[in-house]
């Protein structure tokens, strides 16, 4: 790895930072990519940083900060709205992501701005996440204007009412693409509503398709479950938000 990775105690909360190779010597304002559930994108990363930064020594891909918040509660601030739990030994879904995504455009993005060097334009802000944290992320299309690209890696579209939503609801976010990663085999050991996981995928796909166009929406699939195949999810995504195009 050539770039440099640190932690900081942001807001009561830990958020870990990606500064491309070069980020001392320069005054480049950088595009900025912010990942849920950064406890874990931080340790996803470490093991393909070095193929993205492959791709930022060809060319291929624009040299990015990239920011992993961790939750506090992540059954709350990634749910839009609260629901209950599909297994007892596990806490409701609190229904805070309106709040969340607030935290992030007022006080997480400000800091950002004043503390590192990084572009203001929205065409430079990108959003993903994996599971629960894919779905805040595509919930924020909803709820503002703020990201050009995000990434949904395989995502709880299965939540109660998710589809019903994003059939109806009207779309802030003006000017944006997506990309959709998700397996076929996700849910398939389970009981639960995951066990349909697949079927909500596909069916965000054609309603995306629809209201925002093809050219603006991408889906992958792959034949794993949901806990599988991860590293390479996360590769592709963000090659996605990383991508020139």
């Not at 629809?210 to 949901?226: F, L, P, Q, S, V």
Request: hydrophobic letters at 35%; a neutral charge; charged letters at 30%.
């Amino acid at each position: 790895m050539k770039g440099t990775m640190l932690t900081r105690k942001v807001f009561d909360r830990e958020v870990f930072f990606y500064l491309p190779f070069g980020y001392d010597d320069s005054d480049k304002r950088y595009p900025v990519v912010y990942a849920q559930d950064g406890d874990k994108f931080k340790g996803f990363l470490t093991k393909i940083i070095d193929d993205i930064e492959i791709g930022f020594s060809n060319g291929s891909l624009e040299e990015h900060i990239l920011v992993g918040i961790t939750p506090i509660d992540r059954l709350s601030e990634y749910t839009p709205w609260f629901s209950k739990a599909l297994n007892e030994r596990f806490n409701d879904f609190g229904g805070q992501a309106d709040n969340y995504l607030r935290f992030l455009l007022k006080d997480l993005q400000p800091y950002i701005e004043n503390e590192f060097r990084v572009s203001v334009s929205k065409e430079d802000r990108k959003i993903m996440g994996y599971s629960l944290g894919a779905l805040v992320s595509l919930y924020s299309i909803y709820k503002n204007n703020n990201y050009s690209k995000i990434a949904s890696i395989c995502s709880s579209q299965w939540y109660e009412n998710w589809i019903k939503f994003m059939d109806e609801e009207e779309i802030i976010n003006d000017n944006f693409k997506i990309i959709i990663i998700a397996g076929r085999k996700e849910g398939y050991k389970k009981t639960t509503i995951h066990k349909y996981a697949p079927k909500f995928s596909e069916k965000s796909y054609e309603i995306f398709k629809k209201r925002i166009g093809e050219k603006n929406i991408k889906m992958i699939w792959d034949e794993y479950d949901h806990h599988e195949n991860i590293l390479n999810r996360y590769k592709i995504a963000l090659e996605f938000l990383l991508s020139k195009i």
